[in-house]
Every structure is written in C-alpha cells, then in structure tokens.
C-alpha cells in the first residue's frame, strides 16, 4: 500500500494494534486479519517507524497456534520489558471450538518473551490462564501490563465481564498483579462502571499530574474513549468531550517518544468498498496525537509528519472571500478535480447565528453533488454528510431525507462565532478531518472516487480567511532504521510462538 502516514498490508488488514516504543523506534505489532473462509487463525505481526509515515514490516510476530490450539487467534495485548532487558508479549488466546463454562468461545492470557530485541519471541504455555472467579469465561482479554512503582509490582488490566447483573451492563476492567511477571494474582477490579457491554483495549498512562485511561466500548456508540484522574486509584472524571474519534476509528491505543502522546488505531473498512456498506472490524493503520491542555483534558489532530507529507498549498479561492447567504445557501468550488491525496485546510470567521458552513469534497462542478463536512455552530458540532444520500425508490422523495448525515459519524466541538480551522487529509478512500486542531473525524470516502473541493455557507455568512489545497510532495528517502528494528525474524523451535516472515 503506498499511503504515506498511513499503513494496510498487501490482501489484508489491520486490527488492534499493541505499540511500543523503544531508542526512538515505534514496534506497532497488530492483529493481522486476512478474512479468509474458512478462517486461518489470528497472529500478530510487526511494523516498525521512526517517521511515523513510512512503515516497514518485520512480518508475523506471534503466530496462530493452528485449529487446536488456544491461541488458533492470538487477540490483543501488551508489551513490557523488565530489568534485565528481556521483552514480555501478553496476548490474548482463543478459539472458537475451545468453549468455556458460560458456553462461550473461552478467552485465556497468554506469555511470551524475546530475548533478541523482539526478534523472535518462545511461549510459556504454562503461565497461561483465565478469568478470576466472579468474571465470564468468554470474556477474559486484551492484558495491558505496566509497573507500578508506587506499589512496587506490575499491574494487568483485563477486559473482563462480570458473570452476574443486567448483560448489557456487566463490563468491567478487571485486574492481576504480580512480582516477577510469571505468576499473576487477582486484585480488585480496576474500573467497575457497570455501564458497557464491555471495556475493550484498556491502558492507563501518566501524563504530567494526570493519570489517564483509555479503552474501546461498542455499547453507547463504538468508540474509543479516555477518562482522567489525579491518581491510579481514581475517582475516574468524566472530560466534557471525552472521545478519541468517531466510529470508523476503533481501539486505539498509545505510546510516547519525546513528550509526546501517539495514539494508533485502524479506520474502518466497509463491506463492498461502498458508503453504505456495514462497517467492519480491522482496516488501515492510522496515527492521531494528543496535546494536553491546562486543565488536563486532551486534544486530538494528525501527526505533523503526516501533515509534512504534502507540498506547499495553493490558494483555492482569494484569502478574504466572503460567503453570505442569510436566508439561504452559497458555495464556491475549485476548478478542476483535486488530486486522489491532498491536504485541504480552510478558516472560517462565522459570524453570530450562522447555522452551517464547511468544506465540500469530490464535488461535482456545481458543487451539488458530493460528500459534504459540516458545521453546526447552533449544535456544536461537525458532520459528515454526502448528496446524493441512500436511494430508496423511485420518485424524488423517496430519497433518504431523513438521515442529514452519516450515524455515528458527528464529532462534537465548541463553534462560537468568531474564527475556526478545519483541516481535511484525503488519501485514496481514507478521509480524516480536524476542527480547530482539536475534534478528529475520521472515515472512508468510496463511492465518489474524484472530484471537486470547496467550501459553502448556509443561513449565515462566513470570511474564509483562507481555502487551501496541497498535494501529496514528492516521496523522500526512508530514514534508516537500527537493524535490530527491522531485521526479519527468526524461527525457534520450542514452545508454540516464533516469528516467521
């Protein structure tokens, strides 16, 4: 795949990825998904960058175990290392004909180790358990490992169900703790909000004077969220706007190199490649950081480097143009069709009572047709939207009229009147929009492969200070990367896991 920033192995993709950072170099393993029928079991493989755009692959790193195993698909986890320089893999086994006492496909933590800089890695088949009493069989995974040093001993978090209480309510982020990294004991739950169906990919990190902690729920909307407190013990509070992403951005999980705070997770993919098709599990890697504010709570917007990735911008329309229409609706659109990967960044000064104003992309030349990133300053927030809309019949309402924008796909952001930035990123089908370097919106464009860009208003009137396109720049160099990052894996005999290529 040749998106820069981006990341989708050749015939397959990318599930929940377990980063981790080491000398500068992220090591992004992450649940390779081939959707084969019949399936061929779940392994983890291996990226590895220093850039954050350019992503070289070291192949498989945990394997499947094969159709009797445990671990026939090996779900998410965490790496560690301890002090002798030894690296730990906790994974996640399971396997659809392995059923636990709830009747459901049993879900067991697993452990490897690598002693040659994660280039190969020899299981522990004996360390492997499942779920404390008190918690179902079938949901007993994602092991997120870290030391706490207050305490003096690791932690995992686990994400956990209780086998009791309302089902949709019974989600919880269990907890072990152990001395040595071998034999783990159960603790008091860590989080117990009794208000998910489940808790998926949980991590807790330190931030300054805040602890963090984030995880992926698919109850209330399937998103990944994060929670703040002063410290591990909580109380867990609850930041106005508490969300990573929308729903095609899905278990994202982080890592920090220089102060800084990457998240990675994988935008959606939908079924047949079209708009209206159901979203599905596993898509394209993509890269969002966080900055943090005074008051703790976190913003969110792409990486510079993949903001570097495009060539210096050119105006769209003059700076200063004004876009008024106060009973009705105005637009301006570019000349010609944008390139198939550019960077479109626009600030609008709104002026009071404004109601929409935003971006059009792939648009057709009279900018009627397209997909369509929205502002509603009166309900603070930015939706995708796309004309035409679902056709449902025949005659001219019959058109899917009563869905102004894409479910699940509203990001919510303060929109006083005054000036605000929204950027859009569009690569191939991958779309990611920023508002105010603050409020992500990420998701799939399929059905309008080309087109038009510009930018509207309705009932209101907006100053674009600017509307500018970027194309993609002229790829640079790799930047080389420390062999022992990037040279392939070695099969070991021995228990159950190697890396292979």
């Not at 890269?287 to 990486?303: C, I, K, M, S």
């Not at 929009?433 to 860009?453: C, H, I, W």
């Amino acid at each position: 795949m040749d998106q820069r920033g981006f990341y989708r192995p050749d015939g397959a993709w990318v599930g929940d990825v377990i980063p981790w950072q080491e000398d500068g170099v992220f090591h992004l393993f992450y649940l390779h998904e081939t959707r084969r029928a019949p399936a061929d079991g779940m392994p983890w493989h291996r990226v590895v960058t220093d850039d954050l755009v350019t992503f070289r692959s070291t192949g498989e790193a945990l394997p499947s175990g094969g159709p009797t195993a445990a671990d026939f698909n090996v779900y998410t986890g965490s790496i560690v290392v301890d002090a002798e320089g030894t690296h730990h893999a906790f994974s996640t086994g399971q396997n659809p004909a392995v059923v636990g006492a709830d009747g459901r496909a049993l879900q067991l933590v697993m452990h490897a180790t690598s002693r040659d800089g994660m280039r190969s890695w020899q299981g522990h088949p004996a360390e492997t358990f499942g779920a404390s009493p008190g918690y179902e069989t079938g949901d007993w995974r994602d092991p997120f490992v870290f030391w706490d040093a207050e305490a003096g001993l690791w932690r995992m978090l686990v994400t956990a169900r209780h086998d009791h209480g309302p089902d949709r309510r019974r989600g919880v982020v269990a907890q072990c703790v152990s001395r040595d990294l071998n034999t783990w004991e159960p603790a008091a739950p860590f989080w117990d909000p009794r208000r998910y169906v489940a808790l998926e990919c949980p991590e807790v990190f330190q931030w300054g004077g805040w602890w963090y902690l984030v995880y992926s729920e698919f109850s209330d909307a399937f998103t990944t969220r994060y929670r703040m407190a002063r410290s591990l013990d909580g109380p867990w509070v609850v930041p106005e706007h508490d969300t990573l992403d929308g729903r095609a951005f899905y278990a994202a999980k982080s890592a920090e190199r220089d102060g800084r705070r990457l998240f990675f997770g994988w935008i959606a993919s939908r079924e047949g490649e079209a708009d209206d098709g159901a979203w599905q599990w596993a898509g394209t890697m993509s890269v969002l950081e966080a900055e943090q504010r005074a008051d703790g709570t976190l913003a969110f917007h792409p990486t510079q480097e993949l903001r570097d990735t495009f060539a210096d911008p050119a105006d769209v329309v003059p700076a200063r143009t004004v876009l008024s229409a106060p009973d009705g609706y105005t637009s301006v659109v570019s000349s010609e069709d944008a390139p198939s990967a550019f960077r479109l960044s626009a600030r609008f000064d709104l002026t009071e009572g404004t109601r929409e104003a935003g971006l059009l992309l792939r648009a057709s030349a009279d900018g009627d047709e397209g997909y369509v990133l929205r502002l509603e300053p009166h309900r603070h927030r930015l939706v995708l939207d796309r004309w035409p809309r679902q056709q449902t019949g025949t005659e001219q309402w019959h058109i899917s009229g009563d869905v102004p924008f894409v479910v699940e796909l509203e990001r919510p952001c303060r929109l006083d009147p005054g000036e605000h930035d929204l950027e859009v990123i569009v690569d191939g089908d991958l779309c990611v929009a920023t508002v105010d370097d603050a409020t992500v919106l990420s998701t799939r464009l399929y059905d309008r492969p080309a087109g038009r860009v510009g930018a509207f208003v309705g009932e209101g009137t907006a100053t674009l200070s600017h509307l500018t396109l970027a194309p993609r720049a002229t790829p640079q160099p790799a930047s080389p990367l420390d062999d022992a990052a990037t040279l392939d894996g070695d099969v070991l005999d021995g228990d159950l896991l190697a890396a292979t290529t």
